[in-house]
């Protein structure tokens, strides 16, 4: 079977191909259709919506753990108990750092499904990441990208194990490390270069559009500059933008 990577993307320095709805081949739409008339579907997709506060609450406390590159392990474990406490077979934590929660497949057969969302967040220590509802909007820095990500991996686990969801292979549920900055995607390199399991396809949630999947083609160019100036987020403090006042930048 042919290696599929489907990748939801965030960040800087990511190019990949991007279809729109009218381009997305009949198959596959005949095919999500299907499953969504699914009865079991159905039900995963109604435990999703009734437990909208859970999981809502999984994603505050995620996010008020501060989680810079390098510095995951705290959020780690936590993000490592809730996958315990919504039910997976094992789970462990490797060498780089990365969260692993296998739920096993039904047919024995080699080869995992991986779904992920990053831990680390682009903000660096000692950011205040108080989550402070504004109307009906909750605000803090790293809440959507990626913590949101890491709150619907734990919320899709619990739909699949309360709709009896089986898979014919097993599932990895994964939080990876060092996603962000000069994390320089080292989570996910170990997961394909050296983690030693045999990934068959490869799902991740990230980004901040509710309507964007991107497929097939992903790929990330890193350089290494020197610059010298003001510093500042590389987003919020591009050339032409004015510097950081004080207090703020360095992100
Ligand atoms: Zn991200």
Known sequence: MNKLLCVLTCGLGLFSMTMTAQEIEKKYTKEVDRLAKNKKVEEAFGYIKSQKDATTQDLITLTEILAPPFMETERGKVFAQMLEEAGVDSIWTDKVGNVIGLRKGVS????????????????????????KKVGD???????????????MLISMLKAMNKAEIKTEKGLLIVGTVGEEGLGDLRGMKYMFNESGLDIDAWIAIDGGSMGRISNAGLGSKRYKLMVKGPGGHSWGFWLGQSAPRPGQGHR
């Open 137 to 151: 909007t909750l605000k803090a820095p790293g809440i959507g990208d990626d913590t949101r990500g890491l709150a």
């Open 108 to 131: 024995g057969a080699s080869g995992y499904i991986g779904v992920d969302a990053h831990l680390d967040v682009v903000f660096p220590e000692g950011t205040d990441v108080t989550v």
